[in-house]
């Protein structure tokens, strides 16, 4: 179950390519594609620089000039996806302050 505090990473296996600054993904064992809008392109560029999902939703916040709690929710039920269609795994969750928003 995807918290706060989970560190996630991208698998290996989904083919990844940008077109017109949106990310378009095959998973190859689920053999399905997405097409991610620009925020859910601009997450997924930044998984690998902010892995802990707490860290993820701060920067997005202050970027976005967004809601944190808004900004969890939303990347939490993203993150939930990619994880159900196994193109994000969870490497490993620290503390337990912070369940899912």
């Known amino acids: 179950?995807?918290?706060?505090?989970s560190k996630i990473a991208r698998v290996s296996?989904?083919?990844a390519t940008e077109i017109d600054g949106k990310v378009v993904l095959l998973g190859v064992e689920s053999d399905k594609?997405?097409?991610?809008d620009a925020i859910?392109?601009?997450?997924w560029s930044r998984?690998?620089?902010y892995p802990v999902v707490a860290d993820l939703c701060d920067v997005l916040a202050h970027d976005y000039d967004?809601?944190?709690d808004i900004i969890q929710a939303d990347v939490c039920h993203?993150?939930?996806?990619?994880m159900e269609h196994r193109l994000v795994s969870i490497v490993?969750?620290?503390g337990s302050n912070h369940d899912t928003p």
Not at 1 to 5: N, R
Not at 33 to 36: E, K, P, Q
Not at 40 to 43: F, Q, Y
């Open 1 to 5: 179950m995807i918290s706060l505090h």
């Open 13 to 15: 296996d989904p083919i």
């Open 33 to 36: 594609y997405f097409a991610f």
């Open 40 to 43: 859910s392109s601009d997450i």
């Open 47 to 49: 998984i690998d620089t």
């Open 66 to 68: 967004a809601a944190l």
């Open 78 to 82: 993203l993150v939930s996806v990619l």
């Open 92 to 94: 490993e969750t620290s």
